[in-house]
């Protein structure tokens, strides 16, 4: 584009629990491993099919990707979401209310795209030339929302983001490209499961062509090359035995296996004589994966590709049938199963917002339903053994894997559980509608009494943390009138007190795990820091110790540093068997920090600053916030207390990367806290 561009609990059971089931298990539709948005009918998930046929193509010569300046920035939002925001066509003067996050920033190149993905709402927003007009709105040349579960081409037709009518996004490598199902963490081995989409010059594109998937061309061209054109690398090319660069592997693997359909024009030059194709890459993604930033491998990602090309070819790939692509998507659908993995897997409950739900000792016991023999288990997979059940207060954070056990001790509680509490809307979607429903409880009242007073399904499991509190209350409930020998008793052991009785087994009962009970005596406090500050390279004399935020960036030892202090004198002589350090995200980052201890403690917020800042000692913990943004997320620093219990202890936050992170000060209302259980 030149410049433009009354209901059922069974019901309700059904819907909620399958989103979370699907966010655990990518759909069997696509190849395994990475996690591709749109859903079925996207043309983009789908592989070349036997029987097309290739022409050879020996203009372009090679591909690589954009400069950052022209790619796309996302963000992603999770309830409760931003403040809408008014989204105005500057062409058209249309206009729409999205929630789009003040902090947002459309990319600086002159085409000034921006997006943002709401997984909870099914949606994915783009711009193109969008510029703030103000703290409440954006104009755009271009606009639109796709849902995720779509196909990702713009309908009504007229309004686009890509000259063909593609979301800016459709085949751009994202996050959720290298985001393993199976950790939630980024992993570079993996292969990019989708077509890429690429420009190439305006001298090959043809005027006002087009051709399926596209749905729009772009005038004033003179070549031949329709938009929406599909090319790919011979299927016979053995990628993985090249040696080049993982994220040239990545990318040609996609093209030999998906292609790459043209969806807009470009101005790159040529390379070695051949027109160059483009495509893009979401910024700070290659910084997170390969230490490098995405302009800083142009030259070795073209190189690798033009010497592949030059030996195997690329080929126009034509005979393939798009008729799918036409087909609806149902109004109201769950986010597709292949819907954009959370990129914030450590959102936690916060540790001093425990909720203790006044009504659980006034209700009497309710009927345990007992089903012989036992249904089967939906979501199982396996056992495990004690070693393998998280550390305290871990396994909210650890997604999905130890949320599959979690999934799976939550099933046996609520299938003995009669199921009209709150859990049982909270669960909606996540086991099928045959799931059994018991009669009411005993003495149980629900509160709320309907689905439509919770969280819309499934915001709650990214909710920060009033809905999760809600959640948990629920949950306690559940836990409280079932004999806590499963797993879960422990799964919540630091949510609520070790004094809260472990009834003993009901009869037909048998948990998936075997575990040791937690020994009695351990004991939770909660601490805020004695003193935090930041250190500024670009103001090495600045003093930023009252301030309400912290700020972490990189390079190591040369950006900002962020220096924390806790008072642990009280806990000497005592055994430390965890600590949780919590922080609330005013700033998302996508980069790796770094947790360093420090010797000095004399340090004051009142004088520290870069010049006089103590050393940085050994390296305690990594960690990556996956641009959570506006969100609590939890480090684990069980080894670095355990080696000061009795001290006073500082630590500090460096980065490897330039992407910064923001975080609340003890001056907040938002203050650090680190959660510390010990005997």
Same mark, same amino acid.
């Given at each position: ?68 300046? +022209? ?19 500057? +062409? ?53 929302? *796709? ?29 959720? /490209? ?15 499961? !989708? ?75 040529? @390379? ?22 995405? /302009? ?15 030996? +195997? ?63 089967? !288990? ?17 396994? *909210? ?18 299938? @003995? ?44 499991? @990214? ?9 948990? /209350? ?92 806790? /008072? ?112």
């Amino acid at each position: 584009m030149k410049r433009q561009y009354g209901i059922s609990v069974s019901k309700i059971i059904c819907h909620l629990l399958f989103t979370i089931v699907f966010w655990i298990f990518p759909a069997v539709t696509f190849a395994a491993s990475s996690i591709p948005i749109f859903g079925p009918t996207a043309p983009f998930n789908h592989q070349i099919p036997a029987g097309a046929t290739y022409t050879v193509e020996t203009r372009i010569g090679s591909f690589r990707q954009v400069y950052t300046d +022209y790619s796309i920035p996302l963000y992603r939002i999770f309830p409760p979401l931003p403040a809408l925001v008014t989204v105005t066509n500057t +062409y058209s003067g249309r206009t729409a209310q999205w929630p789009i996050p003040t902090t947002a920033q459309p990319a600086t190149g002159d085409d000034h795209h921006l997006g943002v993905i709401s997984t909870s709402e099914n949606e994915l927003y783009e711009m193109w030339d969008a510029v703030w007009a103000g703290t409440t709105q954006i104009n755009a040349g271009g606009m639109k929302d *796709f849902p995720l579960n779509g196909t990702g081409i713009s309908n009504p037709t007229y309004q686009k983001v890509t000259a063909a009518g593609f979301a800016v996004s459709a085949g751009a490598v994202l996050r959720e /490209d290298f985001t393993d199902p199976a950790t939630g963490q980024l992993n570079p081995t993996l292969s990019i499961n !989708h077509a890429l989409a690429a420009a190439i010059p305006n001298a090959l594109i043809q005027n006002n062509g087009f051709v399926a998937p596209a749905v729009g061309g772009e005038s004033g061209d003179t070549g031949d090359i329709p938009l929406g054109a599909l090319y790919a690398i011979p299927k016979s090319v053995n990628v993985d035995a090249l040696q080049i660069h993982p994220l040239s592997k990545a990318l040609l693997r996609a093209a030999r296996d998906y292609g790459i359909y043209i969806n807009d024009s470009n101005a790159a030059a040529q @390379y070695n004589n051949k027109d160059t194709a483009t495509i893009r890459i979401e910024p700070g993604l290659t910084d997170s994966l390969f230490g490098q930033a995405s /302009d800083d491998l142009i030259p070795t990602v073209q190189q690798d590709i033009y010497t592949v090309v030059a030996q +195997y070819g690329l080929y126009r790939v034509t005979g393939v049938d798009f008729s799918y692509v036409n087909q609806p998507v149902p109004t109201g659908s769950p986010v597709s199963p292949t819907a954009t993995l959370p990129v914030q897997p450590t959102v936690t409950v916060r540790p001093t917002a425990t909720p203790i739900p006044s009504v659980v000792p006034t209700i009497p016991n309710p009927t345990i339903l007992i089903a012989t023999p036992t249904p089967p !288990h939906p979501t199982q997979i396996s056992t495990c053994t004690d070693p393998a059940i998280p550390a305290v207060g871990a396994w *909210f954070c650890q997604i999905p894997t130890n949320l599959k056990n979690f999934l799976e001790q939550l099933y046996l509680l609520v299938y @003995y559980f009669n199921r009209t509490s709150n859990m049982a809307y909270l669960l909606n979607g996540i086991y099928p509608v045959s799931t059994p429903t018991p009669t009411t409880a005993t003495g149980v009242t629900p509160t709320p009494t309907t689905a439509a007073a919770l969280p819309n399904p499934p915001s709650w499991w @990214y909710a920060q943390p009033d809905n999760l509190r809600n959640f948990l /209350d629920q949950l306690y409930l559940l836990v409280d009138y079932f004999n806590r020998a499963s797993t879960m008793a422990y799964l919540l052991v630091g949510i609520y007190p070790p004094a809260t009785p472990i009834p003993t087994l009901p009869p037909g009962v048998t948990p998936s795990v075997t575990v040791t009970p937690v020994p009695s005596g351990n004991t939770t406090i909660t601490l805020v820091p004695t003193a935090d500050t930041y250190a500024r390279m670009t103001a090495p004399t600045t003093i930023d110790g009252t301030n309400t935020i912290v700020k972490v960036s990189g390079p190591t030892n040369t950006g900002d540093i962020t220096f924390i202090t806790y /008072d642990l004198t009280a806990l000497a002589g005592k055994t430390i068997s965890s600590a949780l350090f919590s922080f609330y995200i005013t700033n998302a980052s996508v980069g790796t920090d770094s947790v360093y201890a420090v010797a000095d403690s004399s340090w004051t917020e009142a004088t520290l600053n870069y010049n006089n800042m103590p050393a940085l000692g050994s390296l305690s913990t990594t960690f990556n916030s996956n641009n959570l943004m506006n969100g609590w997320y939890q480090v684990d620093l069980t080894s670095l207390m355990q080696a000061n219990a009795g001290k006073v202890v500082t630590f500090a936050i460096s980065s490897q990367d330039t992407d910064a992170l923001w975080f609340n000060s003890r001056e907040s209302t938002n203050p650090e806290t680190l959660q510390i259980r010990y005997q």
